[in-house]
């Protein structure tokens, strides 16, 4: 598209805006942390908090669709970056962003509030001063419709286009896990060949990190884009409204022109409900 045909516009359900195209929002509330950066040559990027515990992977350069990576390791001392983490989190390349930043900045929230020391898992984050309700209870509330499918819990929004499951089947940790191919917990949206975006939690992935992605997927509030990265699903299913830019606000605006007067024509004979004038029956009552 050229760059003359750029523009802001609102998107709206925030499940079918599609990414912003650059990792800064979901990426920020790790920066605010000042962790250890690393970029490979291919100008992929990686987080790793101070205290070790969670990686964070912007991969927009790699052979999988799998755009975000999110691994949480063990705070135990000896804890090795080679073992299996103790959760993780992926994310497609069209992932709305803020669905990918309501999971950073949980985390975010969670190291600056627990020591160093402790795990940041299931056992730990899903306790009562951190839990609320859960994924499937948030989408309900908004209406979707719920069920059970052979091995699965099962949530659909109300349009169709979006889709929650958590799995009760066996997985394949190391090889569907890890990798962003299988997950415990499913989000996403998609119609019919337009494949729209996934993202995928591991087992074990504390209900609360879940929960917090949910609640940004079905925000009501419209989202920023710019009309060059929209992806198919927006294009084709969002409400997209253009923002006005400062010259369309600076534009004069035409003036409603002045209705025409009409011509006035002779006055018409209109007998006065009210009269100065004594009427003749009055007259009389006061000559008796």
């Avoid at 419209?222 to 969002?238: I, K």
């Amino acid at each position: 598209m050229p760059d003359h045909d750029l523009h802001e516009v609102l998107v709206s359900p925030l499940y079918l805006a599609g990414s912003t195209a650059i990792g800064d929002p979901g990426l920020q509330p790790i920066l605010d942390l000042n962790p250890v950066r690393e970029r490979d040559d291919l100008g992929n990027l990686s987080l790793r908090t101070r205290c070790g515990r969670v990686r964070i992977a912007y991969e927009p350069e790699q052979d999988w669709d799998t755009l975000w990576k999110i691994a949480v390791r063990s705070a135990a001392d000896g804890a090795s970056p080679f073992d299996p983490p103790l959760w993780c989190a992926n994310f497609s390349t069209d992932t709305p962003t803020e669905i990918v930043t309501a999971v950073t900045h949980a985390l975010a929230d969670a190291i600056r509030t627990l020591p160093t020391d402790m795990e940041l898992d299931a056992a730990t984050l899903d306790e009562p001063a951190y839990g609320d309700d859960g994924p499937l209870d948030v989408l309900w509330g908004r209406g979707w419709r719920t069920g059970r499918a052979d091995h699965a819990w099962t949530a659909a929004s109300r349009d169709g286009f979006a889709h929650a499951s958590w799995q009760r089947r066996p997985l394949e940790p190391e090889w569907a896990e890890q990798v962003g191919q299988d997950g415990r917990w499913y989000l996403g949206a998609s119609h019919g060949r337009h494949l729209g975006w996934y993202g995928r939690f591991s087992s074990g992935t504390p209900v609360t990190v879940v929960t917090a992605a949910a609640r940004a997927m079905v925000s009501p509030d419209p989202v920023r884009r710019w009309t060059g990265e929209l992806s198919t699903l927006a294009r084709l299913h969002a409400t997209v409204t253009r923002v006005p830019t400062p010259a369309d606000l600076a534009r004069p605006r035409p003036r409603p022109s002045a209705p025409t007067p009409q011509a006035i024509g002779p006055a018409s004979a209109v007998r006065l409900a009210w009269t100065t004038t004594t009427s003749p029956a009055q007259a009389r009552g006061r000559a008796r």
